[in-house]
């Protein structure tokens, strides 16, 4: 079953690791992302932070749009990380069923004028995208961590 959807564009780090994998009991990291899907370095990485006992997959959003079904249904704790709104959206148009999306962290670059909270910036693609989410009926909370207080986005950019 996934147990969390979360957007955090530094993936697989301290956050998710010490945090959210001990708090879920998660038995797996399942990571989407066609960039990291094709660069060894980058896996190799996470492989390399990813917790004992835990499992890393790493997929592209093609894979992860056939993968992902099964592992809903499964017993095994997978908690799914996405780089970007980008992916999230994408497979929401696929057909796969997200009920609640966590943002972890969205860092600043040129053109992400909206700051909320501490690590959320947002250009107007990302609103756009997150009204898109919501209005497919994803409920969507900004939380670093367990211990945060969730933010309500889709408040914070309207």
Known sequence: MIIL???D???VHGQ???GWVPHLRAEELAVVSDEIAGDEMRRAI???ATPEGVDLKLMTVAE???YLPEAEAGSRKVLL???GL???LTLSQMGLKIPSLNIGGMHYSAGKNLSIGKAIFLNDEDCAALKALSAAGIKIEGRGVPSDRPLD???AIT
């Open 5 to 7: 959807y979360r957007v």
């Open 9 to 11: 564009d530094r993936l």
């Open 16 to 18: 998710v690791v010490e």
């Open 46 to 48: 996470m492989r390399f």
């Open 64 to 66: 992860a749009a056939a």
């Open 81 to 83: 990380l996405l780089p």
């Open 86 to 88: 980008a992916e999230a």
């Open 153 to 155: 986005l889709m408040e």
